[in-house]
């Protein structure tokens, strides 16, 4: 315990075993997550009106996270912001990862001419600039809500159609998968039984680990202004709006709500490895 | 070597063919009006006749085939058709904005791999110091951080507060970029290079890290040590030249979110290079301009990737002479 400090902001509870603190780290985070979200619906919408007398206020006891220029909380437009950005991100990488699990066990298990198809479709998906590609699928449907959906879900199918894929054609070539074809087994019944309770971890792990990608992507998207519109404050509509009171040193227009975005992303990762570790029998018993 | 080379060459060229063919079927589903978004608001004052003899003029009414080998036969030979925003040729325009682009790309991806690196060493020769789990708490928030804002704060921090840095822009206002002394680009650069560097350093810091523990487990450090060789020692003679390669492809690898990364940082600071350009022209639906920065972007990114096997292969002793491709 040479530095206590740094010790304690990285593990949680030295001494605890290491399933526990992974029950441990999942549970708050999901807690925080959770509290977040319900935050954001208790608090309700009347800190958005605007008042011109409390305008550009920096964060004080009565506005923890200060006004903006016409005078509205910003602890009232970061909830909702982040419930925007989080309903978002999640709608769109479970599209995307549906996308990616039908492909990859498409590639596994309709035979080598289907395989190349989907690899190819792999490889060229991710052949260019996540951020170039959204900005080109987002043109073509036009922005909006659905623009950044389609965008998101199309940039991420292709990592989760790799891991399938490859998770598949490992088990396919099983010894007990293939004892089981052998007994008499129906391709099915296979699926069903013995492929299928395997997948199921790697995918829900893969889909929760597309969940911060996808949060920031639409952050990302918003704020160069071809995502959300502005009627629609997302996390990345509030950073580009200030942006343009940066100069007037209005700080805590984009400090607070970036950070609190990168709190929410980095719980969301936090959930997503230790329910891998969870999950894993190699490592769920440690 | 060679044949790789070609085998390589003809991967990329096949994947940009895709691209184009993919790129020309999403845009022609879209519901952009052609013709509106060439002609603005001139569009809203032609009568219905006027718009047809254009669209036949224009071939827009051919079938979508005919049309795509029209627009292949004019990339082939290096016409990109005009930027509608810019109203210069796409290749100028992708050509001025990528010198601008390189020097922020360039810098960044150095100092993030020098930065990375270093940190990595420190921390995987340091393993389970205070030092090593600040290295990794940082990496590990870093590596959750929106280039944009982190972008954003520095603005705040250097430009706002302190005022030692430019708030936007490659040039002072009112000079031209290829005006600007060396002194002034370089203070205009400073920062969204910065930025820019960032997003690298999480992951290079980490797998260098990863890398580095791995050499000092290994038997040949262990005798090193019992031969009374240093940590400092061992990590000079055996770590660096272990851990360097890999972490040079990982580097060359990372051109994709380099790219990405570029077009939020210029977005940030107003710097006009080519990412700019890309959000300009999916905003302002500049068809030839973004279709030629996607097919741009694929070859950078196609670049970086074949950089980094190719280092791997020329480079790592033990594929050169056992590998014979």
Same mark, same amino acid.
């Given at each position: 315990?040479?530095?206590?400090?740094?010790?304690?902001?990285?593990?949680?509870?030295?001494?605890?075993?290491?399933?526990a603190?992974?029950?441990?780290?999942?549970?708050?985070?999901?807690?925080?997550?959770?509290?977040?979200?319900?935050m954001?619906? %208790?608090?309700?919408?009347?800190?958005?009106?605007?008042?011109?007398?409390?305008?550009?206020?920096?964060?004080?006891?009565?506005?923890?996270f200060?006004?903006?220029?016409?005078?509205?909380?910003?602890?009232?437009?970061?909830?909702?912001?982040?419930r925007?950005?989080?309903?978002?991100?999640?709608?769109?990488?479970?599209?995307?990862?549906?996308i990616?699990l039908?492909l990859?066990?498409?590639?596994?298990?309709?035979?080598?001419?289907?395989?190349?198809?989907?690899?190819?479709?792999?490889?060229?998906?991710?052949?260019?600039?996540?951020?170039?590609?959204q900005?080109?699928?987002?043109?073509?449907?036009?922005?909006g809500?659905?623009?950044?959906?389609?965008?998101?879900?199309?940039?991420?199918?292709?990592?989760?159609?790799?891991?399938?894929?490859?998770?598949?054609?490992?088990?396919?070539?099983a010894?007990?998968v293939q004892? /089981?074809?052998?007994?008499?087994?129906?391709p099915?019944?296979?699926a069903?039984?013995?492929?299928?309770?395997?997948? %199921?971890?790697?995918?829900?792990?893969?889909?929760?680990?597309?969940?911060?990608?996808?949060?920031?992507?639409?952050?990302?998207? /918003?704020?160069?202004?071809?995502?959300l519109?502005?009627?629609?404050?997302?996390?990345?509509?509030?950073?580009s709006?200030?942006?343009?009171?940066?100069?007037?040193?209005? %700080? %805590?227009?984009?400090?607070?709500?970036?950070?609190?975005?990168?709190?929410?992303?980095?719980l969301?990762?936090?959930?997503?490895?230790?329910?891998?570790?969870?999950?894993?029998?190699?490592t769920?018993?440690e | 070597?060679?044949?790789?080379l070609?085998?390589?060459?003809?991967?990329?060229?096949?994947l940009?063919?895709?691209?184009?063919?993919?790129?020309?079927?999403?845009?022609?589903?879209?519901?952009?009006?052609?013709?509106?978004?060439?002609?603005?608001?001139?569009a809203?004052?032609?009568?219905?006749?006027?718009?047809?003899?254009?669209?036949?003029?224009?071939?827009?009414?051919?079938?979508?085939?005919?049309?795509?080998?029209?627009?292949?036969?004019?990339?082939?030979?290096g016409?990109?058709?005009?930027?509608?925003?810019f109203?210069?040729?796409?290749?100028?325009v992708?050509?001025?904005?990528?010198?601008?682009? *390189?020097?922020?790309?360039?810098?960044?991806?150095?100092l993030?791999?020098l930065?990375?690196?270093?940190?990595?060493? *420190?921390a995987?020769?340091?393993?389970g110091?205070?030092?090593?789990?600040?290295?990794?708490?940082?990496?590990?928030?870093?590596?959750?951080?929106?280039?944009?804002?982190?972008?954003?704060?520095l603005?705040?921090?250097?430009?706002?507060?302190?005022?030692?840095?430019?708030i936007?822009?490659?040039?002072?206002?009112?000079?031209?970029?290829?005006?600007?002394?060396?002194?002034?680009k370089?203070r205009?650069?400073?920062l969204?290079?910065?930025t820019?560097?960032?997003?690298?350093?999480?992951?290079?810091?980490l797998?260098?890290?990863?890398?580095?523990?791995?050499?000092?487990?290994s038997?040949?450090?262990l005798f090193?040590?019992?031969?009374?060789?240093?940590?400092?020692?061992?990590?000079?003679h055996?770590g660096?030249?272990?851990? *360097?390669?890999?972490?040079v492809?990982?580097?060359?690898?990372?051109?994709?979110?380099l790219?990405g990364?570029?077009?939020?940082?210029?977005?940030?600071?107003?710097?006009?290079?080519?990412?700019?350009a890309?959000?300009?022209?999916?905003?302002?639906?500049?068809?030839?301009?973004?279709m030629?920065?996607?097919l741009?972007?694929?070859?950078?990114?196609?670049?970086?990737?074949?950089?980094?096997d190719v280092?791997?292969?020329w480079?790592?002793?033990?594929?050169?002479?056992?590998g014979?491709?």
């Amino acid at each position: 315990m040479r530095s206590p400090l740094a010790l304690r902001c990285f593990v949680p509870a030295a001494g605890m075993s290491l399933r526990a603190k992974t029950l441990g780290a999942l549970a708050l985070s999901a807690g925080l997550l959770l509290a977040i979200l319900v935050m954001g619906a %208790w608090i309700g919408d009347h800190g958005l009106s605007t008042d011109l007398e409390v305008r550009n206020l920096p964060p004080c006891p009565s506005h923890l996270f200060g006004t903006d220029w016409l005078g509205r909380d910003m602890l009232t437009r970061v909830l909702l912001g982040l419930r925007l950005s989080v309903f978002v991100g999640l709608a769109a990488a479970s599209v995307g990862a549906v996308i990616g699990l039908v492909l990859g066990l498409a590639a596994a298990g309709f035979g080598p001419k289907m395989d190349l198809l989907v690899t190819w479709f792999v490889d060229l998906a991710m052949s260019l600039p996540h951020l170039v590609f959204q900005i080109l699928i987002a043109f073509v449907v036009g922005g909006g809500t659905r623009g950044v959906m389609i965008a998101v879900a199309a940039t991420h199918w292709a990592t989760i159609a790799r891991i399938m894929r490859a998770e598949a054609l490992q088990l396919k070539s099983a010894d007990y998968v293939q004892l /089981s074809y052998k007994l008499g087994r129906s391709p099915w019944w296979v699926a069903r039984r013995h492929v299928l309770p395997h997948l %199921w971890p790697q995918f829900l792990v893969a889909l929760i680990l597309l969940f911060p990608h996808a949060i920031s992507h639409e952050a990302a998207l /918003s704020f160069i202004g071809i995502g959300l519109t502005p009627h629609m404050p997302s996390m990345g509509i509030l950073l580009s709006e200030s942006l343009r009171h940066l100069s007037t040193g209005h %700080w %805590w227009l984009a400090v607070i709500p970036g950070a609190a975005l990168v709190l929410v992303v980095k719980l969301f990762d936090v959930l997503a490895e230790n329910l891998r570790r969870l999950l894993n029998p190699r490592t769920s018993q440690e | 070597m060679l044949r790789y080379l070609a085998l390589k060459g003809l991967h990329g060229a096949v994947l940009l063919a895709g691209l184009a063919v993919l790129s020309f079927v999403l845009v022609s589903l879209s519901p952009i009006d052609p013709i509106r978004a060439y002609l603005g608001d001139a569009a809203t004052r032609m009568s219905p006749e006027q718009k047809a003899r254009i669209a036949d003029r224009w071939g827009l009414n051919d079938p979508a085939p005919l049309r795509f080998s029209k627009w292949a036969g004019r990339l082939l030979v290096g016409d990109f058709g005009v930027s509608r925003i810019f109203n210069k040729p796409v290749l100028q325009v992708i050509g001025e904005r990528f010198w601008v682009s *390189l020097n922020l790309m360039v810098s960044a991806w150095l100092l993030s791999g020098l930065i990375g690196f270093g940190l990595g060493v *420190l921390a995987g020769a340091r393993r389970g110091s205070g030092l090593d789990r600040c290295i990794r708490l940082y990496a590990y928030i870093l590596a959750s951080t929106p280039a944009f804002w982190l972008g954003m704060v520095l603005l705040v921090v250097f430009s706002v507060k302190l005022g030692v840095a430019p708030i936007c822009c490659a040039s002072p206002v009112g000079v031209a970029y290829a005006e600007a002394t060396l002194g002034e680009k370089v203070r205009h650069l400073a920062l969204p290079a910065l930025t820019l560097s960032i997003i690298g350093v999480a992951n290079i810091a980490l797998h260098t890290r990863q890398k580095l523990l791995e050499v000092l487990e290994s038997d040949f450090a262990l005798f090193a040590r019992a031969q009374g060789e240093t940590t400092w020692g061992i990590v000079r003679h055996h770590g660096l030249r272990n851990i *360097l390669l890999p972490a040079v492809t990982l580097q060359f690898a990372s051109f994709s979110e380099l790219f990405g990364g570029a077009v939020l940082a210029e977005q940030v600071f107003s710097y006009p290079g080519l990412g700019e350009a890309t959000v300009l022209a999916g905003l302002r639906s500049d068809v030839p301009l973004l279709m030629g920065l996607v097919l741009f972007s694929a070859v950078f990114v196609f670049v970086g990737n074949t950089l980094a096997d190719v280092v791997y292969r020329w480079v790592d002793p033990r594929i050169r002479l056992g590998g014979g491709t």
